[in-house]
């Protein structure tokens, strides 16, 4: 089964007329994080996502809980968009089907994606019993999500080790972070390639590394807005 979809450009080979993909298995590598200010791309680096893993992967379907309720209008009518305070709803029903893959009642496992759009503001709106309740839930997930097709994508505009229990940030396989990142969020998301990110980086570039290698990276240009909005609806009905 195809489990391979772009991410992003390489920087360096673009500035030289060459495109090259890096890519994600989400088999190997079944969660990942992108982090970025307003205004950097993150967003629409998300959506890229989305779209790509809803034309390649058969029979997936994604979750996306937007705390914000602004940057998924188009797909208001879709069943698996969760905005504002129903995004405690939205985890916990990805939650329910987790365990019911885990627990052995629901054998299939076909491709599942939760995506988290800036988990620092929803950490914040909810008091603190709840967010420990969403801590755990996204830690389980993280430690036994591979093994029955369930994966994340977790999005916040800071890194901070408040949001996760411990031993999450390190499960997160690919890091992607756009424009220009604090010297504690280089120290804590790219410890080893920290003094290797010296290139200024403007909205839609940053870096990526896979724990391995450190990269230059674009997030591309999109023509057709509507078709990439089409596929994001389609997962989103998944």
Not at 140 to 147: A, D, E, Q
Not at 163 to 185: C, H, P, Q, T
Not at 217 to 223: D, L, R, S
Request: glycine residues 8%.
């Amino acid at each position: 089964m195809q489990t391979t979809t772009n991410l992003v450009l390489d920087k360096t080979l673009y500035n030289r007329g060459l495109i090259h993909y890096h890519k994600i298995d989400w088999d190997k590598t079944p969660h990942m994080t992108t982090i970025g200010a307003s205004g950097t791309g993150k967003t629409f680096l998300n959506k890229l996502i989305i779209a790509r893993v809803s034309m390649k992967i058969p029979n997936s379907s994604i979750t996306v809980l937007d705390f914000k309720a602004d940057d998924y209008h188009f797909a208001r009518s879709c069943k698996n968009l969760y905005e504002f305070d129903k995004v405690q709803e939205g985890l916990e029903a990805y939650y329910q089907e987790f365990l019911l893959r885990q627990q052995g009642r629901d054998t299939d496992r076909s491709f599942k994606l939760l995506v988290i759009e800036e988990l620092g503001s929803m950490m914040g709106y909810f008091d603190k019993k709840v967010v420990e309740s969403m801590k755990m839930m996204i830690a389980n997930i993280t430690f036994m999500g591979r093994s029955v097709n369930f994966h994340l994508l977790v999005s916040t505009q800071r890194p901070d080790t408040t949001y996760f229990k411990a031993g999450v940030r390190d499960s997160l396989g690919v890091v992607i972070a756009l424009g220009s990142l604090s010297k504690e969020g280089k120290s804590m998301m790219f410890n080893d390639f920290k003094d290797e990110m010296t290139e200024a980086q403007g909205q839609g570039s940053g870096y990526l590394t896979n724990g391995v290698e450190l990269y230059s990276i674009k997030v591309p240009h999109v023509k057709d807005v509507a078709k990439l909005e089409h596929y994001i609806k389609q997962a989103l009905n998944g």
